[in-house]
């Protein structure tokens, strides 16, 4: 007979080298998901989870909020970063500070240290929901990373080339992977491919995506 002492442990934690400037880390925040994750009932009191219309005039699968203090948002004028919540006017909810830490430790682990995120996209799939290949370039410096937690339902990430027709790898995102990118892997074309139905101890039926960026662009050290 053996005795299991260690199945109520997390998975191990894997570290993977995507790409230059591209790292997954597998099960990173598992053991941390119900003490992040307990962040966003308050968040979603301030600033509802809304799907977006594009500016060619679509709804977006996705439902979308901000914290911090910008957000990403879409409307018929088109893509951009916003320090006030649309539907209201006011600024979105403060970032935690629980989550920041959490995604400043790995963008320094990734090799991008002072990693400073003023925006938090709140990204929500409901099985069905998927997000079209795009590349992220509305922030100001694209030279800055761009953190990404994943909770809940798993989904298969494709992550493409610099080019919008390049091979795309699939990946497969489960709950508590984190990804950082950055240097030359910032501009990638990348997208998430429909979720499928499912239920997640913590999420529910959904899968939560939270990506950390600096938005803003910084001054220039004075003289
Ligand atoms: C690769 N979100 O919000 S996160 C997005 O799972 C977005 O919700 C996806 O793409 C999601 O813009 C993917 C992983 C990710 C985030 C930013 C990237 C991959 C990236 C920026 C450049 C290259
Ligand atoms: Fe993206």
């Known amino acids: 007979m053996s005795l299991d002492l260690f199945s109520h442990l997390a998975n191990p934690v894997e570290r993977l080298e995507l790409a230059p400037g591209a790292v997954l880390w597998r099960h990173r925040l598992e053991a941390e998901a119900a003490t992040l994750l307990a962040e966003l009932p308050t ?12 500016p060619g005039g679509f709804s977006m699968s996705v439902a979308m909020s901000n914290c911090g203090t910008l957000g990403w948002v879409t409307d018929r004028k088109g893509y951009r970063y916003s320090p006030t919540d649309p539907l209201d006017g006011s600024a979105w909810p403060p970032m935690p500070s629980s989550w920041r830490q959490a995604a400043v430790d790995a963008a320094r682990e990734a090799g991008f240290a002072g990693f400073a995120p003023d925006a938090c996209l709140i990204n ?47 990946i497969l995102l489960e709950h508590g992977d984190v990804l950082v990118w950055g240097g030359p892997a910032r501009l990638r074309w990348h997208g998430i491919q429909p979720i499928q139905p499912g239920q997640h101890p913590l999420t529910g039926a959904c899968r939560l995506n939270l990506t950390f960026r600096c938005a803003a662009s910084r001054p220039e050290p004075g003289p």
């Open 43 to 54: 968040l979603l009191t301030q600033a509802p989870l809304r799907h977006m219309q594009t």
């Open 124 to 170: 929500r799939y409901a099985p069905g929901a998927k997000m079209a290949l795009h590349q992220d370039k509305d922030e100001a410096d694209l030279n800055l990373p761009i953190v990404s937690f994943s909770f809940g339902l798993p989904a298969c990430f494709l992550f493409g080339g610099l080019a919008r027709g390049d091979k795309a790898q699939r």
